[in-house]
């Protein structure tokens, strides 16, 4: 295999990570769960309110670990999980947290639900960004995928990647038209008056 395609996992806790964001956060949960309650005229009414906003930020408060394989990308939460192909994805887009893979070319309110957000790790983890970013661009379509965001090297890289590929299907292209040319002219019909030629030679 590959050694750009070799798998590659890490993970990421947002909520570690920035815990003074979290403490913020929750204390926001558990006001509005406290207000739901009230609200609603009863404690489980509350703690339902509560759970449900608590999942609702499932990726920042539970760890989610990454997977780029060969053929497909992975993430795993506590509560779920999903996987795609790499050839599902039509766009990426970079930013300096990460990159959000789309089935979409363009931006798109879908893309939350049907893409997948892949975060980096903090640093000094032992997977760096610059890797990671190195792997998705070795396993995207480059005939398919439009890469955004990508630092100048990356980008680069990814269009000297892409033209290579373009040269190589325009060449089989034309190969394979030129095969068609060739067997067509093999296989056409014979011509009466190419069939006539060597009887009139005959006949003399």
């Known amino acids: 295999m590959d050694a750009t395609k070799a798998e590659i996992r890490w993970r990421v806790h947002p909520a570690a990570e920035r815990k003074v964001t979290a403490a913020a956060v929750l204390a926001t949960v558990v006001g509005l769960a406290v207000l739901a309650g009230f609200w609603m005229g ?3 009414w509350g703690i339902f309110a509560g759970l449900v ?7 920042f408060y539970l760890p989610t670990q990454y997977e780029l394989g060969a053929e497909q990308v992975g993430v795993r939460k ?3 999980r999903v996987a795609r192909p790499w050839s599902t994805f039509r766009s990426a887009w970079f930013d300096p947290t990460g990159v959000t893979l789309s089935p979409f070319g363009r931006r798109h309110w879908l893309e939350s639900y049907r893409g997948i957000r892949v975060r980096y790790p903090v640093a000094g983890a032992a997977v760096t960004a610059s890797e990671i970013r190195r792997a998705l661009l070795a396993r995207l379509d480059p005939g398919r995928t439009r890469c955004q965001g990508l630092g100048a090297d990356d980008a680069a890289a990814w269009e000297q990647r892409r033209a290579a ?3 190589a299907t325009a060449g089989a292209v034309a190969g394979a038209a030129d095969g068609d040319a060739a067997g067509a002219a093999s296989t056409a019909p014979e011509t009466p008056s190419a069939r006539r ?8």
């Open 42 to 44: 009863g404690i489980y």
């Open 53 to 59: 906003l608590f999942l609702s930020l499932e990726a």
């Open 78 to 80: 506590p509560f779920s």
């Open 165 to 167: 590929v373009e040269a």
């Open 197 to 204: 030629a060597p009887m009139a030679r005959g006949v003399r």
